[in-house]
């Protein structure tokens, strides 16, 4: 499959769907809880706590929203930059899609939070880890799937 093809059937509709779900997500339990309010799904080990989280992955670097939004936005460009302007860019074909599209999703997504609400919507909560959202869950795996797809196969 040819690199333009892979973006147009991989590329789009996953950042598509991503971002939608995203967005759907976030507005349905910015809607549905109050700030810090939380429900437990399995009781001590997923819970949905809606968390406004003014700092990056972890909650570090509070209320330096302007810079987040600039960081977002250059992450955006760029994946974007890697994979449509330049598709003959080195990298394996469609793992590199598939990470550069969760990539883009997951930054759009926050970006579009920091924009609207200077902050960003959290709400997955797994009681041992940071609340999250989807857009963060795509950003991590995306990363991971890059990482792995820049392991040469002789490492493997």
């Known amino acids: 499959m040819k690199r333009t093809h892979e973006i147009f059937f991989i590329a ?3 950042v598509s769907l991503v ?10 339990f910015l809607n549905t809880l109050s700030l810090g309010e939380s429900i437990p799904v399995i009781r001590n080990i997923f819970h949905f706590t809606l968390v406004h989280n003014t700092g990056i992955a972890f909650g570090l670097f509070k209320d330096q929203g302007f810079i987040f939004i600039g960081v977002s936005l250059a992450s955006v460009l760029f994946f974007s930059w890697m994979l449509f302007v330049h598709p003959q860019s080195p ?4 793992l590199s899609v598939v990470s550069f599209s969760l990539i883009i999703s997951g930054a759009i997504g926050n970006l579009i939070d920091r924009l ?3 902050f960003v919507i959290d709400f997955i909560d797994l009681r041992i880890w940071p609340v999250f959202n989807i857009a963060d869950s795509a950003i991590t795996i995306g990363a991971c799937v ?3 797809t820049c392991i040469p196969s002789s490492a493997k």
């Open 146 to 148: 890059f990482i792995l």
């Open 19 to 28: 971002v939608c779900a995203d967005r759907l997500s976030k507005l349905f």
């Open 12 to 14: 789009i509709p996953l």
């Open 116 to 118: 609207q609400y200077g």
């Open 91 to 94: 990298l394996p074909g469609r």
